[in-house]
């Protein structure tokens, strides 16, 4: 059980380098490890999802080397890689698991996988049917974890997505890179793109038309290792832009944030309920970033509805959080693939926050959030429900409180962001210890 640091009083002040995006680091190591050549890669997430990717890739028989936060990968190329002698322990990464199902269905191959109880609640038929459509034989169990692969030859798909995943569409692709013809894909909305940005910066042939949803993936690419520097995770970032806008007198800096345009929702939210974010030193290396300056600021009432949902996806526990404490009655719909992620999010908000006394009524499909009603603390112990990212924005909560307040399953954190604690720590000089 982890004590919370309480309302600070003079605000959250200081610069951070935010670890490296998790998305972009797990694909780094799968792009690596079928490309010809060396990737190097810098800034890599060393977070427990991503060392799941890293050590099922050696698994695979791929030689990997981690020396902090630079990764070398000698890639064995598409048809390089090697039957695992036992199960790959996916851990609680879903990122990791559905990927790998598209990349090993296309190998000549069989591989089991297994997974944390989270995880194996989680749907896999997302996954496994739409690759059936190529000729796949993903067998799971009652839709979940664990997993066969039995690889095959695959042949081309032309598939209408069911569900917005960019999770399910990158499996996908990387099945469709093994396929005897060209692929297309159309999505149900446009989802983050890594997939496509960085396989085509390793060789690939990927083709996103002006609507944004229609995908073409041309087979066979010559794949080559690249050097990258990962960007700081927007979805990690997230917290301190939220903690800055809500506690009074605030002003921090983020360095080197990811700002691809697929992820970057919760900066559009944020402006529109009036918070305060400034852009400087814009680079591009593969991905865009740029430092973040945030500033506290009162905030407006936001409606968020179906279409902004995938930009914003994981920060949406800390837009409800924003909804909160602010001025008025906020609306979030479209979210029911909230249900399905670490926890049921939309289930654990609202059990968390009511914990907190604020005024959350759960929708199907998201929340409505009363921002002008008071808080007023009913049970001063929170959980984390074993998901890394309800922990943190339970974390962050408690900075509006000035009761002492304690977290459970803290460790979960550690999936996404081991330096949260440290880092919230540097941001509030001034905190004793949090143990
Ligand atoms: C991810 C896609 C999203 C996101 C997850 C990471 C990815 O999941 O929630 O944290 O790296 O492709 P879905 O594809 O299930 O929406």
Same mark, same amino acid.
């Given at each position: ?53 890293? =050590? ?78 190529? /000729? ?19 042949? !081309? ?45 390793? /060789? ?7 609507? @944004? ?13 690249? *050097? ?32 691809? *345009? ?22 591009? @290396? ?16 936001? *409606? ?43 289930? !654990? ?80 000089? =001034? ?5």
């Amino acid at each position: 059980m982890k004590k919370l640091q309480i309302k600070p009083e003079t605000g959250l002040h200081g610069t951070l380098s935010i670890p490296g995006d998790k998305s972009i680091s797990h694909r780094g190591i799968m792009f690596g490890a079928i490309s010809q050549g060396t990737t190097v890669l810098h800034h890599f997430l060393t977070a427990e999802d991503c060392l799941s990717t890293l =050590q099922a890739f050696r698994s695979l028989g791929v030689p990997i080397e981690r020396n902090g936060e630079t990764v070398t990968i000698q890639g064995v190329g598409l048809n390089g890689l090697e039957k695992p002698t036992e199960a790959l322990n996916m851990g609680n990464s879903g990122t990791t698991t559905r990927l790998i199902m598209g990349l090993l269905a296309g190998q000549q191959f069989t591989t089991q996988l297994t997974g944390d109880a989270s995880l194996s609640k989680r749907p896999m038929r997302r996954v496994s049917d739409p690759l059936a459509s190529m /000729g796949a034989k993903v067998q799971v169990t009652d839709g979940h974890l664990p997993a066969t692969i039995i690889g095959q030859h695959l042949h !081309a798909t032309d598939y209408h997505l069911k569900v917005a995943s960019a999770q399910v569409k990158s499996a996908l692709i990387l099945a469709a890179i093994q396929a005897d013809k060209s692929s297309i894909l159309v999505e149900k909305l446009p989802t983050r793109n890594h997939t496509e940005i960085m396989l085509n910066a390793f /060789g690939a042939d990927i083709e996103t038309a002006i609507d @944004d949803v229609t995908i073409t993936i041309h087979p066979r690419p010559e794949l080559h290792g690249i *050097e990258m520097t990962v960007p700081g995770d927007m979805s990690s970032a997230a917290f301190f832009l939220a903690a800055a806008s809500l506690v009074p007198d605030s002003q921090v800096k983020l360095l080197n944030v990811g700002m691809n *345009e697929t992820r970057t929702g919760l900066l559009s939210i944020l402006k529109r309920m009036g918070g305060n974010v400034k852009l400087s030193n814009q680079h591009i @290396d593969c991905e865009p970033t740029a430092d973040l300056t945030v500033t506290s600021a009162e905030l407006k009432a936001v *409606e968020v509805g179906a279409d902004e949902i995938p930009d914003v996806i994981d920060e949406l526990p800390l837009v409800a959080l924003l909804a909160a404490k602010a001025n008025g009655i906020s609306k979030i719909t479209g979210a029911g693939e909230l249900r399905v992620k670490e926890t049921d999010r939309i289930a !654990a908000i609202v059990t968390e926050f009511s914990k907190l006394g604020i005024a959350i009524t759960e929708l199907p499909d998201g929340f409505i959030i009363d921002g002008t009603k008071p808080w007023q603390v009913k049970d001063p112990h929170l959980s984390s429900h074993g998901d890394h990212r309800i922990g943190m924005v339970m974390a962050i909560a408690a900075l509006l409180i000035s009761q002492p307040l304690t977290l459970d399953g803290a460790d979960s954190i550690n999936i996404s962001y081991p330096e949260f604690f440290d880092d919230l720590n540097r941001m509030v000089p =001034q905190a004793k210890e949090v143990d």
